[in-house]
């Protein structure tokens, strides 16, 4: 069975930082493009990051470039998301994501773990 775990999530105050993880689990997604999504109250989920399977590549959301950082370790089946500078604009449950091997699209994601960033 495929999961995706997340953790690292919590309460910080403005200008803090973050690391959220990704353990994956139930098959190896050392070929699949992985992601960190978000989604606060009363909005739609937005997408924060993404990574491709070799590290390479990464995306991200303008509301976030220059202050996260995606990264994994495929030998551990782990991505990660170092939060810096944090504003209460990025309080959210975060999601981590996975495509299939070769595919574009999420297929897999994990419960989400909060982040409240206070003012």
């Known amino acids: 069975q495929v999961q995706l775990v997340e953790s690292g999530g919590g309460l910080v105050q403005a200008g803090g930082s973050l690391r959220l993880s990704c353990a994956a689990s139930?098959?190896?997604?050392?070929?699949?493009?992985m992601g960190w999504f978000r989604q606060a109250p009363g909005k739609e989920r937005e997408f924060v990051a993404s990574?491709?399977?070799?590290?390479?590549?990464?995306r991200y959301a303008d509301s976030v470039k220059g202050r996260f950082t995606i990264s994994r370790d495929n030998a551990k089946n782990i991505i990660y998301l170092q939060m810096m500078s944090l504003r209460p604009e990025d309080t959210a449950v975060y999601y981590c994501?996975?495509?299939?091997?070769?595919?574009?699209?999420?297929?897999?994601w994990g419960q989400g773990t909060q982040v409240t960033v206070s003012s």
């Open positions: 990574i491709r399977w070799d590290g390479i590549n990464t």
């Open positions: 994501a996975a495509t299939s091997a070769g595919d574009s699209v999420f297929s897999y």
């Open positions: 139930g098959r190896s997604f050392s070929r699949s493009g």
